[in-house]
Nanobody, 116 residues
Framework: QVQLVESGGGLVQPGGSLRLSCAASGFTFSRYAMSWYRQAPGKERELVASVTSAGTMRNYADSVKGRFTISRDNAKNTVYLQMNSLKFEDTAVYYC?????????WGQGTQVTVSS
């Protein structure tokens, strides 16, 4: 079955770093664009970062540019989100998403809390 299993979330202090991982299975990962979304309490889910299937192009929300980096390892069927210089405003549930071949898949979400 299709699975996107996220890990790496947790509690971090402002200015700290976390690396989220999303391990994919059940579909041809290397043919799918991958992305990270987040949803803070009371807010709509928003696109944070995305990467094309070959990893050749990346884009980011303005709010995270220069702080977050999306990457993928197609040999490991895994997409990552390196988050640096974290702010209170980054607190949210983070979701990974795969898109391709007329299909969209979502992970279950992982909580990131930035707090002093």
């Amino acid at each position: 079955q299709v699975q996107l299993v996220e890990s790496g979330g947790g509690l971090v202090q402002p200015g700290g770093s976390l690396r989220l991982s999303c391990a994919a299975s059940g579909f041809t990962f290397s043919r799918y664009a991958m992305s990270w979304y987040r949803q803070a309490p009371g807010k709509e889910r928003e696109l944070v970062a995305s990467v094309t299937s070959a990893g050749t192009m990346r884009n980011y929300a303005d709010s995270v540019k220069g702080r977050f980096t999306i990457s993928r390892d197609n040999a490991k069927n895994t997409v990552y989100l390196q988050m640096n210089s974290l702010k209170f405003e980054d607190t949210a549930v983070y979701y990974c998403k795969g898109m391709g071949a007329g299909q969209v898949y979502w992970g279950q979400g992982t909580q990131v809390t930035v707090s002093s």
